[in-house]
DNA sequence: TGAAATGTTGGGGCG
DNA sequence: ACGCCCCAACATTTC
């Protein structure tokens, strides 16, 4: 009778779950473990979805007759001491890919090893891990379309195995997870329920709705933050609830059959791609979550406006699709896509605050906060990216709203106090007498320019220094 | 996965 | 009838 323990961490399902399947099928008996660990941080809309996470993987374990132990500190000790109190044989997990936790794991992996303890870890999070893709030269891919391009060459999806064997538990000591106090003891969540479904049957009934309902008419409609055309399985996708491969599986095969429109088809699989592409990113360039990916960004002058930045976390900057965006984060832990880019880029180059700020405030909100999707995401926006966008392509948030929510049903729904404003005065309710609704903080004209004049001097800057770096050589 | 400034064209009003 | 101007509409360039 062997014994094996299945670390989850960020694959909470069952389903398409390598480690857990390997372990299932290798061992006698199984545990489930769950470690929180007391050196990684937790954003506070996440700590709401993990808490529900890991009672609903922990229903899903009763149907198997297991029963998820939760632990709490540090993992490598944790581990340690069930080895030896439960005599354990063998430690499964999916690999994770930030770079402190490949550090933590590296080291334990060894320990174990070291202690003739079995190790396996397995993909249980990506369709290409990031060290597989390579450039002709040997080098990581720094623009998207050939990387994914490459990802799609080397991509082969194989039928989800089915687990035949069931392993029997093991009775041990688990924390109570409502002692890990998780959930936030103010309610500000109390509206989440009302989105999302954490776990992996709400992340397949996501998955199906979306199929049914969106994903043909996604390269038309994915932009409309008021169509709710996307997915919504980023959260799911975050924790490992579905895995990218179940829904690869449910989606390729829609490609040969003629009433489904190829295009969204291809462009739903490449936002696969640009979350893979994130990780790849943070793979090959750890500091990417700190460090400008492009270095002549380092000496950008960012203000750092305490009031602006408040403003613009409150939803109070009198832009209304801006502000819809900010509070529709605040109230659901989700931000459309197309709103993500516009208030990053008002922050980054309207207020000229330093996207770390609002790297870190999204990592504290959103519910599919993830570091390599956040810092990849917001570094494309601020322009110091990876194949970013060109710092001067500034979003006017006017436009935007006028051209991404041309009847404003999404500001309606988003800031009450300017619900009853008629027509297209929604987008600039400067302009009506007796709105209850603050004034913009800052006249988006002269930001752009201002904005643009830095970026100017910063080009300045680069310029001279490498002519100094020349005079040196 | 922009926006604004600038350039070009062509139809129509008008002297 | 003709040339001139205006300006919308579209294209190109620039930031």
């Known amino acids: 009778m062997t014994k094996a323990i299945v670390w989850f961490r960020q694959d909470l399902r069952l389903r398409d779950n390598p480690a857990f399947f390997e372990a299932c099928s290798n061992h006698d008996l199984v545990i489930p473990l769950y470690i929180l660990d007391k050196n990684s941080t937790l954003g506070e809309a996440q700590s709401w979805w993990l808490h529900h996470s890991l009672k609903a993987l922990n229903n899903s374990l009763k149907n198997r007759g297991l029963s998820l132990v939760l632990r709490q500190?540090?993992?490598?000790?944790?581990?340690?001491?069930?080895?030896?109190?439960?005599s354990i044989d063998s430690v499964y997990w999916n690999r994770c890919y930030e770079p402190l936790t490949i550090a933590r794991d590296k080291k334990i992996k060894t320990t174990l090893l070291e202690q003739g303890i079995e190790v396996e870890s397995f993909n249980g999070s990506l369709l290409n891990e990031p060290w597989t893709i390579k450039n002709k030269s040997g080098?990581?891919?720094?623009?998207?379309?050939?990387?994914?391009?490459?990802?799609?060459?080397?991509?082969?999806?194989q039928p989800e195995k089915q687990?035949?064997?069931r392993p029997a538990g093991v009775e041990t000591d688990s924390d109570d997870l409502l002692e890990w106090k998780l959930l936030?003891?103010?309610?500000?969540?109390?509206?989440?329920?009302?989105?999302?479904?954490?776990?992996?049957?709400?992340?397949?009934?996501?998955?199906?709705?979306?199929?049914?309902?969106?994903?043909?008419?996604?390269?038309?409609?994915?932009?409309?933050?008021?169509?709710?055309?996307?997915?919504?399985?980023?959260?799911?996708?975050?924790?490992?609830?579905?895995?990218?491969w179940t829904i690869l599986r449910a989606i390729e095969h829609l490609k040969l059959n003629p009433s489904y429109n190829l295009p969204s088809i291809e462009r739903f699989l490449s936002e696969l791609g640009w979350r893979e592409f994130s990780v790849y990113l943070l793979y090959h360039f750890p500091k990417l979550p700190f460090e400008n990916f492009k270095k002549e960004f380092d000496a950008f002058p960012w203000q750092n406006d305490k009031q602006l930045l408040l403003s613009w976390q409150k939803g109070l900057t009198g832009y209304p699709l801006i502000d819809a965006g900010m509070r529709e984060l605040w109230t659901t832990g989700y931000m459309h896509n197309r709103v993500r880019m516009v208030v990053a880029s008002f922050l980054t180059k309207g207020l000229l605050?330093?996207?770390?700020?609002?790297?870190?405030?999204?990592?504290?909100?959103?519910?599919?906060?993830?570091?390599?999707?956040?810092s990849a995401s917001w570094q494309w926006v601020a322009g110091c990216g990876a194949d970013a966008a060109p710092y001067f392509r500034i979003f006017n948030p006017i436009l935007q709203s006028l051209k991404f929510d041309p009847d404003g049903l999404y500001i309606r729904q988003w800031v009450p106090e300017l619900a009853h404003v008629k027509g297209q005065q929604i987008h600039t309710p400067w302009e009506v007498p007796l709105v209850n609704y603050p004034s913009p903080i800052i006249n988006h004209n002269e930001a752009r320019t201002r904005a643009l004049d830095y970026y100017k001097q910063l080009k300045k800057k680069d310029v001279n220094e490498d002519g100094e770096n020349f005079e040196q050589i």
Request: hydrophobic content about 40%; charged content about 20%.
């Open 73 to 86: 500190g540090n993992p490598l000790e944790i581990l340690l001491e069930l080895i030896k109190t439960l």
């Open 139 to 157: 080098d990581f891919f720094k623009v998207f379309t050939p990387y994914w391009n490459a990802c799609k060459q080397a991509l082969s999806s």
């Open 163 to 165: 687990l035949a064997h």
């Open 184 to 244: 936030p003891t103010l309610n500000w969540a109390s509206q989440f329920p009302d989105y999302w479904t954490p776990g992996e049957e709400g992340a397949q009934e996501k998955l199906n709705q979306f199929i049914d309902q969106h994903l043909n008419n996604y390269k038309n409609n994915r932009d409309f933050p008021a169509e709710n055309a996307t997915s919504h399985l980023s959260p799911h996708l975050h924790f490992g609830e579905i895995s990218p």
């Open 353 to 374: 605050i330093d996207w770390r700020l609002g790297a870190d405030w999204f990592l504290d909100t959103l519910v599919d906060a993830d570091l390599a999707n956040n």
